[in-house]
């Protein structure tokens, strides 16, 4: 039953992505409002199986379900108060990609089943807080690639002198960037955050401890963060180069999430 709720949202994404391209190519309301009806179906349907299944943070099975939950609400806020943006074009095929990642990784063997309360020997809270300070996280981080690619789009339209009202409806160039640097000034204090709740969990708990696949992923991503925010903020660098670089954070990003803990009990 949970591959088959999961084919109902993803379905219900998919159709709100075709309904939105329909909707550049003619942008009738009953569109847009036909594409918010989907995402909104969708939405409902994630989270009576979020709700159902819980699965926990430590699979890449719940972090990609978890994470294109919180951005599937993103999509639909942002849809309703900017209704003018071209939002949906860049938000549903993250949303999708996330669910497909978990679709493909699956739910592991119930021998495999550990749950979130179980995990670590001390008090849960520990672990809930480790497990939703890095989610929040990598919202921020979704947030800064998006930002990225929108800000990549729309320099090209700019430079191609593509008329005013024509193609994709985007913000300013500043207001991306913007949007970009609050999105990654706040992701990387909940990262930091995160992983030091992480380092007393891995010392108290004696964990797999530095040579576990997804602690050394999460390290390489702390330092190109940290890369990042100092070539924006110390070398001030502005434009195409830290949104380059901001596209290669998330990419490590999804390969960290990617990436099983050893001793998680089959690592998915």
């Not at 993803?10 to 569109?31: D, F």
Request: proline share 5%.
């Amino acid at each position: 039953m949970d591959r088959v709720t999961i084919v109902c949202f993803l379905a219900s994404y998919a159709a709100a992505l075709v309904l939105e391209l329909l909707y550049q190519i003619r942008p009738l309301p009953v569109l847009r409002w036909l594409a918010l009806a989907f995402g909104a179906a969708g939405l409902a349907a994630q989270t009576i199986f979020l709700a159902v299944q819980r699965p926990p943070l430590i699979w890449q099975y719940g972090w990609m379900l978890f994470l294109a939950w919180i951005l599937a609400i993103f999509y639909l806020v942002g849809s309703v108060h900017h209704r003018r943006l071209s939002w949906g074009l860049f938000v549903l095929p993250l949303v999708l990609g996330l669910v497909g990642l978990g679709a493909a990784f699956g739910r592991p063997a119930d021998s495999a089943y550990l749950p979130s309360e179980k995990v670590l020997s001390l008090p849960a809270a520990w672990g809930i807080l480790h497990g939703w300070l890095l989610l929040l996280a990598a919202v921020g981080l979704c947030i800064g690639f998006l930002a990225s690619l929108m800000y990549l789009v729309q320099a090209h339209r700019l430079r191609a002198k593509t008329l005013p009202g024509h193609g994709l409806r985007l913000w300013s160039l500043e207001r991306i960037e913007a949007m970009n640097r609050r999105a990654i000034v706040l992701a990387f204090p909940l990262l930091t955050a995160g992983m030091l709740v992480g380092l007393i969990l891995m010392f108290q708990e004696h964990l797999s401890g530095w040579t576990d696949p997804r602690v050394l992923a999460s390290i390489v991503l702390w330092l190109t963060f940290a890369l990042l925010l100092y070539l924006r903020f110390g070398y001030h660098l502005r434009g195409r180069p830290v949104a380059l670089l901001t596209i290669l954070t998330f990419v490590l990003l999804v390969g960290c999430i990617a990436l099983p803990h050893w001793g998680q009990g089959g690592g998915r």
